[in-house]
């Protein structure tokens, strides 16, 4: 079970730190990521990472504005974003991966989504 948390309101050019704690001894062992959807928009693949954490993967769209990590004793994974824009707005999902291909925005495990609105 993956619970995203940590998204709210806040204004351009301003940061948040999402998190997704998924339940379970096997956490490792998954790759992780981040996808968003904005109404009326296809789901975007924003951020992926390695089960190590080493292996990281950005979109265009958020390269250099956005951190992926992972805490895997803590079983959570983070998404540090920075520079917001209107157009971040959207829900944001976390997802678990079998296969390490932490590029491949292709995931077997959905969690919730949680808010994000930027506001300009």
């Known amino acids: 079970q993956l619970q995203a948390s940590g998204g709210g309101l806040v204004q351009a050019g301003g940061s948040l730190r999402l998190s997704c704690a998924a339940s379970?001894?096997?956490?490792?062992?998954?790759?992780m990521g981040w996808l968003r959807q904005a109404p009326g928009k296809e789901r975007e693949f924003v951020a992926g990472?390695?089960?190590?954490?080493?292996?990281?993967y950005y979109s265009d769209s958020v390269k250099g504005r956005f951190t992926i990590s992972r805490d895997n004793v803590k079983n959570t994974v983070y998404l540090q974003m920075s520079g917001l824009k209107p157009e971040d707005t959207a829900v944001y999902y976390c997802?678990?991966?079998?296969?390490?291909?932490?590029?491949?925005?292709?995931?077997?495990?959905w969690g919730q989504g949680t808010q994000v609105t930027v506001s300009s």
């Open positions: 997802a678990a991966g079998r296969d390490n291909k932490w590029w491949s925005g292709e995931y077997d495990y």
């Open positions: 379970g001894r096997t956490f490792s062992i998954y790759t």
């Open positions: 990472i390695g089960r190590s954490g080493v292996g990281t």
